[in-house]
Nanobody
């Protein structure tokens, strides 16, 4: 059984920073893309940032230059460093990963979500 466990959310003032972490555990053969999504009240879940197993990254336009995604492959962990936070960044942030528990069988897994609240 595979689990993704997020940590690092909280309340911060506008202009502040937070660092989210997500660790994958369980019977894992390999992890391909890892990423972060967010969902604000009344809005659809959206991609924030993603990173491949080779380190290639992509970001939503709204967070480019402010957020940085990274990963520690040896620890099956992905991070999201969020700087210059804005009230519109307020959302539940979800970790996501494409994981193989056996070779050739890739499934998408989600974390439970962590709340990020940015006050003005």
């Amino acid at each position: 059984q595979v689990q993704l466990v997020e940590s690092g959310g909280g309340l911060v003032q506008a202009g502040g920073s937070l660092r989210l972490s997500c660790a994958a555990s369980g019977s894992i053969f390999s992890i391909r893309t890892m990423g972060w999504y967010r969902q604000a009240p009344g809005k659809q879940r959206e991609l924030v940032a993603g990173i491949t197993d080779s380190g290639r990254t992509n970001y939503a336009d709204s967070v480019k230059g402010r957020f940085t995604i990274s990963r520690a492959n040896a620890e099956n962990t992905v991070y999201l460093q969020m700087n210059s936070l804005k009230p519109e960044d307020t959302a539940v942030y979800y970790c996501n990963a494409l994981i193989s528990v056996v070779p050739g069988n890739v499934q998408r897994y989600w974390g439970q979500g962590t709340q990020v609240t940015v006050s003005s």
